[in-house]
């Protein structure tokens, strides 16, 4: 099975916490760091019309979320199961 991709930054405050919430629902997925990444950056900014939105979560059915809060991901998330 494909794993979440997660698009974002180490300073991003909704990053670290979208990150949080993935670890603690032990949920397999991949990292893309779009300050050190510049094909990750292109994908953000392709998907968020120019702008550099993080957390963008790529998932395996490739439906998008971008900025999610707690709740829209955790609901996304239980969809998954």
Same mark, same amino acid.
């Given at each position: 099975m494909l794993k979440i991709r997660i698009y974002g930054t180490a300073w991003c405050g909704d990053c670290r916490r979208a990150l949080r919430i993935l670890n603690e629902r032990k949920i397999d997925f991949e990292w893309f760091d779009? !300050?050190?990444? @510049?094909?990750?950056?292109?994908?953000?900014k392709e998907i968020n019309? !120019?702008?550099? @939105?993080v957390p963008t979560i790529i998932f395996p059915d490739e439906t998008i979320l971008v900025e999610p809060s707690n709740s829209a991901l955790n609901h996304k998330l239980d969809s998954l199961e």
């Open positions: 779009i !300050g050190r990444d @510049s094909l990750a950056e292109k994908i953000v019309h !120019g702008n550099r @939105s």
